[in-house]
């Protein structure tokens, strides 16, 4: 498998420059850092003395109070301590490119027979670059300051990079060394040739440009370079040299920027907002816990199983007991008697019917059953969503990978509460974490195929769940349970965005696995 990697530059003033490290609590009472884009954005306001600083400008929905070294959450307002590390500096890129291995030729590469020139883009590219650099003379390409009169060659700032992994501070990288002059040998009487740094940038960021498209066409991996500041030393024309010298080295990179998260849409106005065709209204809200059905366990199941008079010479994936032994089950004792054997009519998995009633006893007691086996629904299966609300219409604007339709946008909002008897801990607060909550489907017959499955979903309490979130690790808080949907609208990043072609049979199927198909339509009508 091979994978993109991107090395990053920083200026070494900022926070990796500096090995400053800013780190937030989690639950857990660790120390979790910070992404570097938005520690290199904390420490920057703290050096300017600022009292707090606003990470929404950078889509984090956070305050960090620099007086009382919290983290403020701006919508739940919940608090976590920060703290500012000095971690070790990153190394500087300093010294000279090293000398191409592929050219020119070494001289005992003359005899041998001449290879046909490569004419994929690439190579076609390192050429042309090739025949540039020549022209400027022999040696290393080199960068001249703009000032023409102003000797010696002004010198950049050295970068810090980031990497994987920390490496030793002889990587090599450009060199600020000027070599205006001739080179040795050269005849008196010749006029300097013209070296790289006389294009003007202009000419530097289209070569670069053209570089780059070619680069990415061929399928060569990009190496984002950031510029992270106005005043940063990465500005487009040394990122167009860097891309000469190193295509023209052979080196397989094409300097980008990094792609941006974007969470949500562009500003919609209300008068923008349709109503989806077929569905009704644009709004669903739920309730309390659904009743029960079925007066007993027992009357819930004979719907579900056969009488087995002669067990087979198996085990009960319950107890783990032989089925023709008693059942193994220790807990309250149910009503129906231990050494009872039933088959479920659909999936013909066998059981002890005791075991089966305290399996029931233990879930959501709501007149469903599901095969601990192969996982097959009997009746209809619900949930222990928190009431709340789920809004949804369509937006005028596209996903990426859906440009011919607009967006469905749903809106999950469910406030903090109490626990109830079906839920983990009864008579317990649970917390409600991002709410609201904004996930996004293609306009398309399969998008809203997808809705209306989810309103049945959402109808029967199974979108949301309370437990322990894997993402935080809070315990008692509302959780998405095992139906994904995607949040991320205009990039990727996270894995939960567009394109992704496979994510409405996905998710089909999950709902599928949740007892919801189109037949499900069918019975929410009757």
Not at 164 to 177: D, K
Not at 353 to 374: I, R
């Amino acid at each position: 498998t091979i994978r993109p990697v991107r090395r990053s530059y920083y200026d070494p003033s900022s926070a990796p420059g500096k090995g400053v490290v800013w780190e937030w609590e989690n639950d857990s009472g660790t120390w979790t850092p910070y992404d570097m884009d938005v520690g290199i954005t904390i420490q920057r306001a703290y050096e300017k003395q600022h009292p707090w600083v606003d990470l929404s400008a950078i889509g984090f929905c956070y305050v960090i109070d620099f007086a009382t070294m919290g983290q403020i959450n701006r919508q739940t307002q919940r608090k976590r301590r920060v703290r500012r590390r000095l971690d070790m500096v990153y190394p500087l890129v300093s010294g000279t490119l090293p000398k191409s291995q592929s050219w020119p030729a070494s001289p005992g590469a003359a005899a041998a027979p001449p290879v046909p020139a490569c004419t994929c883009p690439q190579c076609l590219l390192v050429m042309s670059i090739k025949a540039t650099v020549s022209a400027a003379g022999p040696g290393t390409a080199t960068l001249q300051s703009r000032k023409a009169a102003a000797p010696p060659p002004a010198t950049p700032k050295p970068l810090a990079a980031q990497g994987g992994r920390r490496q030793a501070a002889s990587t090599p990288a450009l060199s600020s060394a000027s070599n205006t002059g001739s080179p040795p040998g050269a005849g008196s009487g010749k006029a300097a040739r013209p070296g790289l740094g006389t294009l003007n940038r202009s000419h530097l960021q289209r070569l670069a440009i053209a570089q780059s498209r070619v680069l990415i066409a061929s399928g060569v991996p990009t190496v984002p370079v950031k510029n992270l500041t106005g005043s940063s030393p990465v500005n487009p024309a040394l990122a167009g040299i860097t891309g000469i010298l190193m295509s023209a080295a052979g080196l397989p990179v094409c300097l980008t920027r990094p792609p941006k998260l974007v969470l949500h849409p562009p500003p919609v106005s209300k008068s923008e907002i349709q109503s989806i065709p077929g569905i009704s209204h644009t709004c669903r809200k739920t309730t309390k816990k659904q009743a029960k059905k079925g007066k007993t366990p027992e009357e819930v199941l004979k719907k579900y199983l056969q009488k087995v008079r002669h067990p087979p010479d198996e085990d009960c994936t319950i107890c783990m007991e032989r089925l023709s032994a008693p059942s193994g089950y220790k807990g309250p004792q149910p009503a129906a008697k231990p050494d009872l054997v039933g088959k479920l009519v659909k999936c013909s998995h066998v059981f002890h019917l005791h075991c089966l009633v305290a399996m029931y006893n233990n879930g959501n007691k709501d007149g469903s059953l599901q095969c601990p086996t192969c996982k097959t629904i009997y009746g209809v299966k619900t949930g222990t969503q928190p009431p709340g609300k789920m809004e949804y219409h369509i937006i005028p604007h596209a996903l990426p990978g859906h440009a011919d339709c607009k967006t469905i946008r749903i809106i999950y909002n469910i406030p903090p509460g109490v626990q109830g008897p079906e839920h983990p801990n009864p008579g317990k607060s649970f917390t409600a974490r991002g709410f609201p909550r904004h996930c996004y489907l293609p306009d398309s017959e399969k998008g809203r195929k997808v809705l209306r499955l989810l309103l049945v979903a959402w109808d029967r309490r199974l979108i949301f769940a309370i437990g322990t979130s894997s993402t935080t690790g809070e315990s008692d808080t509302v959780i998405w349970n095992e139906i994904h949907h995607k949040t991320e609208f205009g990039s990727n990043l996270t894995g939960h965005g567009y394109p992704d072609i496979n994510y409405l049979d996905n998710v089909l199927a999950e709902l599928a696995a949740q007892g919801i198909t189109e037949e499900s339509l069918a019975q929410e009508k009757d």
